[in-house]
């Protein structure tokens, strides 16, 4: 039975769930460092609409962080650039922002950021056939020898 070939649609797909799952993670506090400053506590009427309203979704489900690792494992594929590129893509970044931190112009780097994606595809492709070949060919050896 052949498995599914990654398509670049799929590895971006899968890249924008590891951000988001990243992105709801709980924040990392560093041990050591406090401050000894009390929290501020307003008045109703000094503090209604003085902040935006934080609402976060709660934290992810333990699958969905396993596949973020896995798809963090497939940008050591890549270049520090193209890595940067697709998970700047990932989170959301617009085209405009991008080209502009990048020095290029929007449509080369939509190309930069396509030819990651066929890249980490093909990784995963190979990877994949290479391990079903061996698996084949272990089946092969244990029906010869039995």
Known sequence: MPELAWTPKAVADA???????????PSVRVRGYISAWPPIIRDFWEAYG????EVRLGPPAPDAIDRMDEVLRWLHSLEPNEVRLVWLRAEGVRWKSIAHRFGMD????????????IKVAAHLNGTRATKTLQQNRLRQEHTNLA
């Open 50 to 53: 003085w902040h935006d309203v």
């Open 15 to 25: 890249l924008e769930e590891a951000a988001q799952t990243l992105r709801r993670l």
């Open 106 to 117: 929007r449509s080369t780097a939509w190309r930069h950021w396509s030819c990651a994606l």
